[in-house]
């Protein structure tokens, strides 16, 4: 006896099947998830475009658990099927479960995808597609998600700054902090248009002091260097800014100049560090702690936090959020209201974005929105405001050339003003040094000290700056109110002394002139200099270097304490040529710069050739070492590419090949589902405009699977229908791609034809 199977998915064509096939099992899809590593319920989290996403798939199933079971993912933008679908499943088959969990991730068939930017993405899955299972029903197995929106999102920028910590470890581990290592929970959780995460393209900067009692220092020393001296040297001031400390020696384990800010420091305890650094960058975004449990089962894509520590993809539902202060790494993952503030904050928006205000600019020293000033230059304020003694301690001006004026805060607790010598007010800016007082180490503890940084205009209506002053305006947050709107009580000055510091010496030398075989300066350099102050004020200097006859500004060194008296020795250090870019030909120059509190004074080296051209920064974030996939599953190809002269690399300065099928495509993010079986060696490379390149490789297998066996109607056996649809399709994309490059094309038909019959 005959019956009719079901319709087929694809043209309605009826096949007539036996009797005898009918069972008692009967297959469907129950429920479709969308993910990029949280989602609700009701699928209600905004999907971002250009990001790694998991759809998981559960099945409902009349009988008991059933071995076998696949399932296939079709992806249409606009009607139009995309290019790299169909999408075959990175864990399939399954034993379906009678009730699937959500925190089993083989309790779900999974797929991993890149669907691109648009508001009519939509999802059709279909289980047992080639009718792989003898089922008693096949009209309930495809199940759609229409019409999905994949946003756009503007790719964020951190420069990440590994701190030399002299009381204590030196550099940290440059392996922790690295693209691929130290970046991994922010990446998993924080959903823009990708990171371009960076090692700061300046020298390393030197921290003498024990973090315990400066890390105001260390706060306004990563907020200098994103506001100031990065843009200084010519390049895009970054979103953001982090220290990289070695171990973990501040007690709160990492802090955030505000919130919301730009600038954080953190730590490289194995437990910790990838933590701490989405903590701070929380605080960034504007987020302030919180205790709140992720309440849904959340999952790491692209498997960002399986090293060092193993941590499982799949994120149950009772991990904490990671703005909970206090937490390990894996005791963490993200709730949706610090979800969304990433993807809804300015920063991230594909509009233009220049720094300042409105959700997105600092809370203590943002720049972008401040007024002109007449020479373009400013003076850079920075100090420690003790809470708890009401006073500020001001660190030494320095001016800076071609950056932002500080925009005003209506919300700061703390006015600094600036006065011409007559007592003139020449400029007013309000900032906020209260909204990251909490210690990220244990809740409900304050900071006694919180950062002030501000960049006033130097020169207002052709006067200079002769006095600033900083006073409470107390808003209210810290139980002090304002005064008739004025604010009640001064908390530092700094007055112009008569006399600028002296500069008496100043050579910029090879460290052993001998090893020098060329016109350019290369290898070990030595620094003799020396100043003085007629006044006897303490003298401060930072060291410049210029590589195009002094349009940028390179930070050597800074803060350094110079001997104020004029008997003063001439005090030396050390640097490597390798810390900094190589001069455009002979046209690079050293510079001093000195401070006495107020007053500052330059003195130039002459121009030459100096240093060597650098190949850039190229790494792996992801796929993992090690990782197994199985035929047909689609693999990210995931890769960070950023050189000190071209900065970001473009896409197609960044190549993908494998050992074993040659080349495998282009851009720093890409999905492949048509290696080969075996094991590959995985390389990415980067090259910049002048030719040099750097790699970095990961190993990978691919197992064996038939994930697809040629039989397209799923009815029946492979026979002539699955013929005529693959020829229908001939010369296209689709499921008739069974080789998975990209056409239907003679070996799929040799494919088919070998599987003829069954």
């Not at 790719?155 to 690295?178: D, F, H, R, S």
């Not at 974030?621 to 473009?650: F, K, R, Y």
């Not at 397209?712 to 499921?735: E, K």
Request: proline residues 6%; negative net charge; charged residues 20%.
């Amino acid at each position: 006896m005959l019956r009719k199977c079901p319709r087929n998915f694809m043209f309605g064509l009826l096949a007539l099947c036996p009797a005898s096939v009918v069972m008692a099992v009967d297959l469907s899809v129950a429920s479709i998830e969308i993910t990029q590593g949280l989602q609700t319920a009701t699928g209600g989290l905004p999907l971002i475009a250009r990001n790694a996403t998991m759809v998981r798939v559960k099945i409902a199933l009349v009988g008991p658990a059933q071995p076998g079971v696949d399932a296939l993912l079709r992806i249409y933008s606009n009607g139009i099927e995309i290019p790299e679908s169909p999408v075959y499943s990175s864990n399939g088959p399954i034993t379906a479960p009678v009730v699937p969990l959500s925190n089993n991730i083989d309790d779900t068939i999974n797929f991993l995808c890149l669907p691109p930017e648009g508001a009519d993405i939509d999802f059709v899955v279909t289980v047992n597609a080639f009718n792989t299972v003898v089922e008693s029903d096949y009209s309930n197995n495809t199940l759609s998600v229409l019409d999905k929106a994949f946003l756009c999102r503007r790719m964020a920028e951190i420069a990440y700054v590994p701190v030399n910590y002299t009381p204590g470890g030196g550099l940290p581990n440059a392996a922790m902090i690295e693209p691929g290592s130290g970046d991994t929970f922010l990446r998993a959780i924080y959903k823009t248009g990708d990171w371009n995460y960076h090692r700061s393209p300046l020298p390393t900067y030197t921290h003498t002091q024990d973090i315990i009692v400066s890390n105001i220092l260390l706060l306004n020393m990563m907020n200098d260097i994103r506001q100031n001296q990065i843009p200084a040297a010519g390049f895009t001031r970054p979103d953001f800014v982090f220290g990289w400390l070695p171990g973990n020696p501040f007690t709160g384990n990492g802090q955030a100049i505000s919130t919301p800010g730009g600038a954080a420091f953190g730590n490289t305890d194995p437990l910790r560090f990838q933590r701490t650094f989405a903590h701070e960058i929380g605080h960034c975004w504007g987020q302030p702690h919180n205790q709140v449990s992720i309440s849904v089962v959340g999952f790491d894509i692209e498997r960002q936090l399986r090293d060092p520590l193993g941590i499982a993809a799949v994120m149950p539902a009772t991990k904490r959020d990671v703005m909970v202060a206090g937490l390990n790494t894996p005791d963490a993952w993200v709730a949706s209201i610090t979800y969304l503030d990433a993807i809804d904050d300015a920063r991230s928006a594909c509009a233009a974005f220049d720094g300042g205000g409105g959700g997105g600019g600092d809370g203590n020293g943002d720049g972008g929105g401040g007024p002109a000033n007449d020479s373009g230059g400013v003076l850079r304020i920075a100090g420690t405001h003790d809470h708890v003694l009401h006073q500020v301690r001001l660190e030494p001006t320095m001016e800076q050339d071609g950056v932002d004026v500080t925009e005003d805060n209506a919300r700061g607790n703390v006015l600094v003003e600036s006065f011409a010598a007559d007592g003139v007010r020449l400029h007013a800016v309000r900032v906020d040094t209260l909204g990251c007082r909490e210690s990220c180490g244990q809740a409900g503890h304050l900071h006694r000290e919180t950062s002030l940084f501000v960049n006033l205009p130097r020169v207002v209506g052709g006067r200079e700056t002769a006095r600033v002053l900083v006073r409470d305006v107390g808003d209210g947050r810290d139980g002090r109110k304002m005064r008739d709107g004025r604010a009640v009580k001064s908390l530092a000055q700094l007055v112009r002394s008569a006399h600028a510091p002296e500069i008496t010496n100043f050579a910029v030398t090879p460290a052993h002139p001998g090893d020098i075989s060329s016109t350019t300066l290369v290898g070990r350099m030595r620094v003799d200099w020396s100043a003085r102050d007629a006044d006897g004020d303490p003298v401060v200097a930072d060291l410049l270097y210029s590589p195009d006859g002094a349009n940028a500004w390179f930070p050597v060194v800074l803060g350094v304490q110079i001997g104020a008296n004029p008997g003063a020795g001439t005090d030396t250090f050390e640097f490597e040529s390798a810390q900094l870019p190589a001069s455009r030909g002979a046209h690079g120059l050293f510079a001093m710069r000195a401070s006495d509190g107020m007053n500052n004074t330059r003195r130039r080296s002459g121009s030459f050739a100096f240093g060597q051209s650098a190949p850039p920064d190229v790494h792996v974030i992801s796929p993992n070492e090690t990782d197994s996939v199985p035929d047909g599953a689609t693999v990210i190809l995931h890769g960070s590419a950023w050189d000190i002269d071209d900065q970001l690399l473009p896409e197609a300065s960044v190549t993908w090949t494998s050992s074993r099928d040659g080349a495998i495509g282009t851009g720093r993010l890409l999905a492949r589902r048509n290696l080969s079986v075996g094991t590959h060696i995985i390389t990415v490379r980067g090259t910049d405009s002048g030719g040099l390149w750097a790699e970095r490789s990961v190993t990978i297998t691919v197992t064996p699977r038939v994930y697809n066996n040629a039989n397209l109607d799923g009815i029946g056996v492979v026979n002539a229908f699955d013929l005529m649809i693959m020829l229908s399709t001939w010369g296209q994309g689709g499921v008739a791609d069974i080789d998975l490059n990209g056409v239907v094309s003679s070996p799929d038909l040799a494919e088919l034809v070998q599987r003829w019959g069954y």
